[in-house]
């Protein structure tokens, strides 16, 4: 009836997979939780520990194959209709989260998003930029996401049919990381396949630090300007690419760069702050983007 499907890199998932195989056997449901690490190094160890459960395995690829190209991997070798798809560094707020989520199967749901926390404690200086960003842009309440179903759905904590994965799949060539969601997503709502969701969240627990965020959000920009260079993606679906198109018809983006230029170090010193700004957080990613886009 389900299988649970978590792509790894470099994170110890065994109380992540020991917590899900005992809330799903209590459903008393066929289940398998499959779990393929992309050729990480770390916690190779204590992740092989899962296949000591039934329905359940760890395995690793002998190379990288990306983030898209993994939850394809993992959909294909599911057995089951209903996949959940979980990433490594989510864990479930509630006990009946697998309860929860049979429930929506029952109700014939094709797509499921249960929602994303962050927990409340504030975290070391270095961490503040990703859990600000986290709590204000990704963990929303279930009033705010019914509003927008496709733009606030995430792949971290999905259930869906996998007929629609396989007949949609993830774009594999996005290799790195960044807005692969955004697309799945953009490419079920142009296919007229509605999304639910509900109030089944998992809490996200890793979090990077300042620095290696931004970095990464640089590289996720460069996949962001190949979308739009590709017509995969509208302004429609991305705040960034109308910022930057309104901006080029006021023939502005050239002083844009220049003032972002001017600016960003100072920038980047409040984003790695004990006060960042999401507001410059977004004058930084327009930047960025508008950078890529005059090469």
């Not at 299988?3 to 790894?8: D, Q, T």
Request: hydrophobic letters at 45%.
């Amino acid at each position: 009836m389900l299988s649970i499907l978590i792509p790894v890199y470099n994170y110890n998932i065994f109380t992540l997979v020991e917590t899900l195989r005992k809330q799903t056997l209590e459903c008393n449901i066929p289940f398998e939780i499959i779990c393929l690490d992309d050729a990480s190094q770390d916690f190779i160890i204590e992740n092989q520990r899962i296949n000591q459960f039934n329905n359940s395995s760890f395995s690793i690829l002998e190379k990288n194959i990306g983030r898209s190209t993994i939850r394809n991997l993992l959909a294909q070798k599911a057995v089951y209709e209903n996949l959940l798809f979980l990433d490594a560094d989510t864990f479930p707020v509630h006990n009946q989260f697998i309860s929860n989520y049979i429930e929506a199967i029952k109700k014939n749901k094709k797509v499921v998003f249960g929602g994303i926390l962050y927990e409340n404690k504030k975290p070391a200086k270095e961490l503040l930029l990703r859990w600000i960003y986290g709590r204000k842009r990704e963990a929303l309440s279930l009033a705010d996401r019914i509003q927008n179903p496709s733009d606030f759905a995430l792949v971290s904590n999905l259930l869906i049919k996998k007929e629609i994965v396989v007949r949609f799949p993830f774009d594999e060539n996005l290799t790195k990381y960044g807005y692969e969601d955004l697309l799945f997503f953009s490419v079920l709502k142009s296919n007229l396949i509605a999304i639910t969701h509900i109030e089944n969240p998992v809490f996200h627990l890793n979090l990077e630090s300042s620095a290696l965020f931004l970095s990464k959000t640089k590289t996720a920009l460069q996949n962001l300007v190949f979308l739009d260079a590709s017509n995969k993606i509208s302004k429609k679906e991305s705040k960034i690419i109308a910022s930057f198109e309104f901006l080029n018809r006021l023939k502005l983006i050239s002083v844009f760069n220049f003032v972002f230029r001017k600016l960003e170090t100072k920038i980047e010193r409040n984003l790695v702050s004990e006060k960042p700004s999401l507001f410059l957080f977004d004058i930084y990613k327009l930047g960025c983007y508008c950078f890529l886009k005059s090469k």
